[in-house]
């Protein structure tokens, strides 16, 4: 049996509205595998960000715990948890998020700024992940050089430079063409069968949901297995 | 990759915007500076002790008016006097340079009282030695490019010689820096006898006479005293000490000053306004990036750090240069109107520390709110924000 890396125990959002207090997610239970590579679903306001943001600690639940790796991050400090983050997540969006006043090379060294590795060390990490997601050749270009395909795998790289055995993805495919997207979904795929990375991806797309393992729903703040 | 070059990368965002908010850094320092040196050339505020201590009579009724020479031995009698000497307004010009100060004084009793003049032996000797000489101040030789054994001719608008001529010739013996606070460094001296004899008029008449007390009476009774002497008489004398003098005839440039200097002060402002807006300006377009740096793991504090380290690199540096080229510019002029500026047009210690403040402070000021808004936003609501 895999190993448990992700464990969320009755998990609930609220978001404050003016005085009133809108609940955006309500009693999430969820396991997921080290390994594993998860699709979430669902219709648009239903939660599915708030989920994820949660799950990479960019956000707290108001009740229930997050674990991750037996570590209950949802108790962490900011400080801690910003350190938790930068070792054990990577984050891919919808609209990439580069740094425009980066080049490619730069953007991805962005996390490794954390770190303490030497320079020569950092340079070998950007270089083994951009050669990763086919982009060697584009190191020095700046993200406004770049196609929206070549920019998603610049974030990407910058995803993995620092080797988090988790990556969340918030429709990473959301803003591209459908041949486009199916190279994304295959660098992802790659990602996880090769080298093991446990992978969330929300996404509306049927096509890129189909590479995952499994597929789950969210509707109105409820978690639901995928009606297949 | 390192933190500066996220620094300097961020700093450049908008090269033009870059390049204008260091122009207007540039022009505003410059600018202040220049000020300052402004403000402290009006403000006579290091006249020197000297200036303070030595009394200056002139006739009561105007500067101009000329007093008799008589009139030196008995200030000499009066109790509490230690030395008294006098000069007169000659009111030379060299070629059509502007009018500067020249005065014909009794060599040894004049260089005794006015001990902030710096003049060599040699020089002194050579000038006693020479009834046509003269000895000048550093920043008149300077800017007129006089050198010892020069003969100079001086156009006065006052003093005609016997022959009918306003020209008169003198020889550099000399050149003197002043020690004192500028007052006597701007002058040309010459000898009394050699004006006495040749003045076409006011033969046996002075300007004005120069007393410094021996300590034995405080220095208003001094003044009263000298005043007191001469009361009722065809020429009645006014007394005050030479740094007030100094002060009443600064303070007619002194509104001048103060004019240019409301002016200057208000572009100087201006400026700042527009650069702190325009510093503002680059850090709230970047309230996503923040979030991108906060979700990638970097803390508050570095972001903080990067953020303020960044505004200080664009405003310091070239801040900092513009003041070297104000003092520059400063050294220029003093060098090129010597005569007419003899204290010098310069800046001080507090000048480098108001101009360092100003510039920590358009900085701060500008970067701190929004850099400071955007960290209290949580990560959720930055990445949120486009
Ligand atoms: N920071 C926030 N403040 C207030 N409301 C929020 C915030 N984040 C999300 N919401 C609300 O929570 C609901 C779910 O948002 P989200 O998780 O982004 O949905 P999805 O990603 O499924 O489209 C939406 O109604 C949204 O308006
Ligand atoms: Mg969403």
Not at chain 2, 83 to 96: E, I, M, N, P
Not at chain 2, 344 to 357: A, N, R, W
Request: proline letters at 4%; a neutral charge.
């Amino acid at each position: 049996m895999a190993e448990q890396l992700i464990r969320l125990t009755d998990v609930g959002k609220n978001y404050r509205k003016g005085r009133e207090a809108v609940r955006v997610l309500d009693g999430i239970n969820l396991g997921i595998d080290k390994g594993d590579f998860v699709g979430l679903m669902g219709p648009s306001g239903s939660g599915k960000t708030t989920l994820l943001n949660l799950l990479g600690g960019l956000d707290k639940p108001s009740q229930g715990t997050i674990e991750v790796d037996g570590k209950v991050v949802s108790a962490l400090s900011q400080g801690a948890l910003a350190k938790w983050r930068s070792g054990n997540i990577g984050f891919v969006f919808q609209f990439y998020n580069l740094l425009p006043v980066l080049s490619a090379a730069r953007n991805v060294a962005l996390p490794l700024l954390l770190t303490s590795l030497p320079a020569s060390r950092r340079k070998q990490h950007v270089n083994t992940a951009l050669r990763l997601v086919g982009l060697a050749e584009r190191a020095s270009h700046y993200p406004r050089e770049l196609s929206g395909g070549q920019e998603q795998r610049v974030a990407i790289a910058r995803a993995i430079v620092s080797d988090p055995p988790i990556l969340l993805c918030d429709e990473p495919t959301g803003d591209l063409d459908r041949s486009t997207a199916d190279e994304i979904m295959a660098l992802l795929q790659q990602l996880n069968r090769d080298y093991g990375k446990t992978i969330v991806m929300v996404t509306h797309d049927p096509r890129a949901a189909s590479y995952a393992h499994r597929v789950l729903h969210l509707d109105k703040g409820e978690l639901g297995a995928a009606q297949q | 990759m390192n933190r500066f070059t996220l620094i300097w990368r961020n700093m450049w965002r908008k090269p033009v915007r870059t390049l204008f908010t260091m122009l207007a850094v540039l022009v505003v320092f410059f600018l202040f500076t220049l000020l300052e040196g402004l403000r402290l050339a009006f403000s006579l505020s290091d006249l020197g002790a000297e200036a303070q201590e030595r009394l200056l009579t002139s006739h009561k009724v105007s500067l101009i008016m000329m007093l008799p020479e008589a009139y030196q031995s008995r200030i000499a009698r009066l109790p509490g006097v230690d030395a008294v000497s006098h000069s007169t307004w000659f009111g030379g010009r060299y070629q059509d340079h502007p009018e500067f100060a020249q005065y014909p004084v009794v060599a040894e009793e004049y260089l005794s009282l006015n001990a902030e003049i710096d003049l060599s032996e040699e020089y002194r000797q050579a000038w006693l030695a020479n009834r046509g000489g003269a000895v000048v101040g550093r920043p008149v030789a300077n800017q007129y490019g006089w050198q010892v054994g020069d003969r100079v001719p001086l156009k006065s608008s006052i003093w005609t010689r016997a022959n009918g001529s306003n020209v008169w010739e003198f020889d550099i013996e000399g050149i003197f820096d002043d020690s004192g606070g500028g007052m006597n460094s701007g002058v040309l001296l010459f000898h009394y006898d050699y004006f006495e004899e040749a003045r076409a008029w006011g033969k046996g008449t002075v300007g004005w006479y120069v007393t410094r007390g021996d300590g034995s009476i405080p220095l208003e009774g001094l003044m009263a005293g000298i005043d007191a002497e001469f009361a009722n008489s065809p020429a009645e004398t006014k007394t005050n000490t030479e740094a007030a003098f100094a002060q009443e005839y600064a303070r007619q440039f002194g509104n001048i000053g103060f004019i240019v200097t409301l002016i200057l002060a208000a572009v100087v402002f201006m400026i700042m306004l527009v650069t702190g807006h325009t510093m503002a300006q680059s850090v709230r377009e970047r309230i996503h990036e923040i979030g991108v740096l906060k979700t990638l793991g970097f803390t508050s504090g570095s972001i903080f750090r990067l953020t303020v380290l960044e505004g200080l690199l664009l405003v310091l540096p070239v801040g900092l240069l513009a003041m070297l080229l104000g003092w520059g510019m400063l050294n220029v002029v003093t060098e090129r109107m010597g005569a007419m500026l003899p204290g010098g047009l310069k800046i001080g210690t507090y000048s480098v520390v108001l101009g360092l403040s100003l510039m920590l402070a358009i900085t701060l000021g500008s970067v701190l709110p929004p850099v400071i808004r955007a960290l209290r936003l949580d990560i959720v609501a930055l990445l949120r924000s486009s």
